[in-house]
């Protein structure tokens, strides 16, 4: 039994935008008018115009001019699949998934339990109706191949019947392009030997479809027959998982093709994960333009699951396999060799554990909240336009941010990241201190640059920018900013004794950079305790606090002291 | 240059240096042997710049001189020959070297011996003297875990500190950890610490065959060359440079299960329980649980083996998972009759020693799986 949901995208928008109904309704890029991209779906009311899927969206504007477009939302057509697909579970216990809105259904063996397919047919599509509110269309027959087509057949809400025996002539009065795997090149070669209708095609005899086609001709002319041994298929363990990306327009800033690819692999190693697989094998697809696609990979040393070693490895390809000036039309980021999770911990790198735990962490705050309440400073977000995805990616809906008193604390006291989209951009600037007292021997020892360890005020200083940059990967739910400056100064205090610090920040962004110069004087101190505490154990860091800021709704504020 | 030998000792020293002529090289000079006579025989020389070994033969010498050939080509053609005198000449106008015996009567073009890297006879620095069987077991036992990834040169080789009259090595490829420490006769100085290329050592330990008198090892003054003499053989390599990880911190100081087995039985079942873990990253699952040891390995698409080991089991019970392969390298060379496995968790280093010795230890850090 093949099934397929009509207009399936188009149908789940409809159903939730009840004023959407019995319009033209066209699914389809981001939203933004002008924009590439294709159509991926029509609703049935569009489709006399001469709509169809994959079409460019500029085509259907304008066959169709007062249909209404509205962008793709992955993340509700996921939801509507997930509970048509629960729905399927009850019907058989061998399911085939194709796509969020196709399967195949094995029920062979099932009609003393359940009754005739075409009863269970008839049940199955009245009962998602009911439950889900969306059509669907079904072809009950002998194999996957005719069930398709049957399927296909009186779309929409279509049940259609072949008894077994009468496939091959089920299929003889249909014309060519009905068969799965004729495409018009195919179908044009064919017409040219006289063949219209696919019962013509089932005429030939092989060895002239051999000649034809070769061995794909000898497998067409059995499908023409309605022959296909194929079985349905549950879905195993994936042999590889990608994810890609088409940009609006062609990105020649490098900077934002890494940014977007290690976003892409950060959701692909998400989805290893929940797979619980490791991957050997690191895979970056890229095109430029105009059709030029190529493929790297990176081998790893051992199979990971890790963000961090995945994204190392996709990092080198992309600085030595990428074109620098040559403008990249698509992006895409994978991983394959997969194995069953079994990640080698690493002696001398005791992060390991605790990277794996941020990672789990990580997927747990995106499937909770969504994909974007949370992600690595270096990755972009990856907006579910155009995202193709190969598998079926189930997460909960996101909790919408409500006002609080604490920003970062959502409604039931779970931590959050706060939505800053609509806040506006603006030059930022903050300035906070910090000091480190600590032994009139061990400040002299400092100054003469004696210790073991080396120079300690360089060293603290570049350890405060440096903190400064990683600031939203230390602080859970700080937002991840492109710096305009940072600067970190170290003066000895004799009279403290000690070393002050003090650090400014600046960024045009839409949110403040007050932790980022905090977290700049907290590891400028803690770098500077790291270096001398062989001379002075009991050193302590004071006083670590804001002194001003600029920049933002609230304005310039400066300490009150 | 005109010298007499026989194919048999001609051909052992050969194959003992050989084993420093590097396959990939950009230098041809350095696919060759150098071949020089000396006082007491011929001297032969093979060196790919990071290591070089030289051996000196008993041989008639009738006109000195030297010349470098093929290693490939010259060892094929003396260690195939019978064990019979071959008379050498050079001919130094073609620069080929005549190679006759009773029945045959080769020649092969060679290179001019002074385009040959010198290799240097011997090093200026701290001596210490080590007993030949004792190295060969430190060797042994650390090299296994060393790294083969150039990306981080320093842990392709062994750690070795000199301190007083110890010697302590240590080698770790981030995922394992090997400690031997052995008695040395040094000259009194400051505790030296070295990076030995792991290939190097191993080089080493094959040319040791036990017997031989004391070796003398030379670390150079410079910190960047050491030198090993036996009495034939001199092995010179180079020192890998940059700071080695901070080893002893990774070494658990307790355990909350300890295992105690049968070397040659836990060898034996790793063994045929890995077997079935080969497309599964060689993972192996021990299992201790009621005073029963359990060893698993499954992969989905090719089957599963579960075997029960003789052990005594002190403790909590513990699961944990591991790179057999690992297991197995250390279980092969730990040379003692009872091996003690400490844990303190699934996802904490754990702790192999011999029962009995001291002087050993072994670090595996577990894999991570869904158990």
């Known amino acids: 039994m093949h099934v397929d949901l009509d207009a399936f995208y188009a149908s789940v928008e409809q159903l939730r935008r009840p004023e959407l109904r019995g319009k033209p309704v066209i699914v389809g890029g981001a939203g933004t008018p002008g924009e590439r991209g294709v159509v991926a779906a029509a609703s049935y009311e569009a489709r006399p115009f001469g709509v169809r899927s994959a079409m460019p969206l500029s085509r259907a504007r304008r066959l169709c001019p007062n249909g209404i477009f509205v962008p793709c939302d992955f993340h509700a057509y996921r939801e509507a699949s997930k509970s048509v697909f629960a729905i399927l579970d009850r019907y058989s216990p061998i399911i085939e998934p194709i796509s969020l809105d196709e399967a195949y259904l094995d029920l062979t063996g099932q009609e003393a339990l359940m009754g005739p397919p075409a009863g269970v047919a008839t049940r199955l599509r009245d009962e998602v109706k009911t439950r889900s509110g969306l059509d669907l269309s079904i072809g009950v027959a002998s194999c996957k191949l005719v069930a398709k087509v049957a399927s296909e057949l009186r779309k929409p809400r279509g049940l259609v019947v072949v008894r077994p025996g009468e496939e091959a002539s089920f299929l003889a009065p249909l014309p060519l392009s009905r068969l799965p795997g004729c495409g018009p090149a195919t179908a044009v070669k064919l017409e040219r030997?006289?063949?219209?209708?696919?019962?013509?095609?089932a005429a030939l005899p092989d060895p002239l479809l051999g000649e034809l086609f070769g061995q794909y001709g000898r497998a067409l002319g059995a499908h023409a027959r309605g022959l296909d041994a194929s079985p349905v298929t549950p879905p195993g363990d994936p042999k590889s998982i990608s994810r890609e990306?088409?940009?609006d327009r062609d990105v020649s800033d490098a900077g934002k093709v890494r940014e977007t690819a290690l976003g892409l692999l950060q959701d692909v190693g998400q989805s290893l994960r929940a797979h619980r697989l490791s991957a050997r094998t690191v895979v970056l697809k890229i095109r430029y333009q105009p059709f030029d696609t190529q493929s790297r990979q990176a081998t790893l040393p051992y199979p990971t699951d890790r963000d961090d070693q995945l994204a190392g490895a996709l990092r080198h390809l992309l600085e030595t396999q990428v074109a620098p000036s040559r403008p990249v039309r698509l992006i895409g980021a994978g991983v394959s060799n997969l194995e069953a999770c079994a990640t080698q911990l690493s002696l001398l790198e005791s992060r390991s554990p605790r990277l794996a735990m941020l990672d789990a962490q990580l997927d747990q705050l995106r499937g909770r909240f969504g994909e974007h309440v949370i992600s690595r400073g270096t990755a972009a977000p990856t907006h579910q336009k155009d995202v193709r995805r190969d598998d079926l990616g189930r997460r909960v809906k996101a909790a919408k941010p409500k006002t609080a008193k604490l920003t970062h604390i959502g409604p039931s006291g779970e931590a959050r990241m706060v939505d800053i989209s609509a806040k506006p951009v603006s030059n930022r600037e903050a300035r906070a201190r910090g000091s480190v007292k600590m032994s009139q021997a061990a400040l002299e020892a400092i100054l003469r640059g004696n210790l073991p360890k080396g120079e300690v005020i360089g060293t603290a200083r570049i350890a405060g920018i440096q903190a400064a940059k990683r600031t939203s990967e230390l602080i859970p739910m700080c937002h991840p900013l492109a710096l305009t400056m940072v600067d970190v100064v170290c003066r000895p205090d004799r009279a403290l004794p000690g070393i002050q610090i003090e650090s400014v920040v600046r960024c045009v962004a839409r949110t403040g950079a007050e932790m980022e110069a905090l977290t700049a004087v907290a590891a400028a101190a803690l770098t500077i305790v790291d270096m001398a505490k062989s001379v002075d154990r009991w050193m302590t860091i004071e006083d670590i606090e804001l002194l001003a800021k600029r920049g933002g709704k609230s304005g310039d504020l400066r300490r009150p002291d | 240059m005109k010298v007499t030998v026989t194919a048999g000792s001609l051909g052992q020293g050969l194959q003992v240096v050989s084993r420093a002529v590097s396959s990939r090289t950009t230098l041809p000079i350095l696919n060759n042997i150098l071949l020089q006579t000396t006082d007491t025989g011929l001297q032969l020389t093979a060196t790919n710049l990071e290591i070089g070994i030289r051996q000196v033969i008993p041989a008639e010498v009738a006109e000195e001189g030297g010349i470098t050939v093929p290693a490939r080509l010259l060892t094929d053609f003396v260690t195939s020959h019978p064990d019979e005198p071959l008379s050498i000449?050079?001919?130094?106008?073609?620069?080929?070297?005549?190679?006759?015996?009773?029945?045959?009567?080769?020649?092969?073009?060679?290179?001019?011996?002074?385009?040959?890297?010198?290799?240097?006879?011997?090093?200026?620095?701290?001596?210490?003297?080590?007993?030949?069987?004792?190295?060969?077991?430190a060797i042994e036992q650390t090299v296994i875990a060393a790294s083969s990834d150039e990306g981080r040169p320093v842990l392709?080789?062994?750690?070795?500190?000199?301190?007083?009259?110890?010697?302590?090595?240590a080698a770790t490829d981030g995922h394992r950890l090997a400690v031997k420490t052995m008695a040395v006769q040094a000259d009194p100085g400051e505790g030296d610490t070295i990076v030995i290329p792991a290939r190097a050592l191993s080089e080493l330990s094959r040319i040791l065959k036990g017997g031989e008198d004391g070796i003398e090892v030379t670390v150079g003054a410079q910190k960047n060359q050491v030198f090993f003499k036996t009495r034939d053989v001199e092995l010179m390599s180079r020192l890998i440079e940059g700071t080695y990880p901070n080893y002893q911190q990774v070494i658990p100081a307790q355990s909350t299960t300890t295992i105690t087995a049968k070397t040659a039985d836990l060898l034996f079942t790793t063994k045929m329980v890995s077997l079935f873990s080969k497309d599964a990253a060689n993972v192996i699952k021990f299992k201790a649980e009621g005073g029963k040891l359990t060893l698993t390995a499954n992969t989905s698409e090719v089957g599963q083996n579960i075997a029960e080991v003789e052990a005594k089991i002190e403790g909590q019970d513990l699961q944990v998972a591991f790179n057999s392969k690992y297991l197995l390298d250390v279980l092969a060379i730990i040379g003692s009759e009872e091996v003690q496995l400490g844990f303190t968790g699934p996802l904490n280093p754990g702790l192999i020693k011999p029962v009995g010795k001291d002087n050993y230890l072994y670090i595996i850090m577990p894999v991570r799986v869904a158990m």
Request: charged fraction near 25%; charge should be positive.
């Open chain 1, 193 to 201: 030997v006289g063949v219209r209708t696919i019962g013509d095609l």
């Open chain 1, 245 to 247: 990306v088409t940009f």
């Open chain 2, 89 to 137: 000449t050079l001919d130094k106008k073609t620069q080929s070297l005549a190679l006759k015996s009773n029945r045959f009567d080769a020649s092969i073009r060679g290179i001019d011996p002074a385009d040959f890297p010198p290799v240097p006879s011997g090093l200026e620095g701290r001596k210490v003297k080590v007993d030949p069987a004792e190295l060969k077991d």
């Open chain 2, 156 to 169: 392709t080789g062994v750690y070795v500190h000199l301190n007083g009259g110890k010697a302590t090595f």
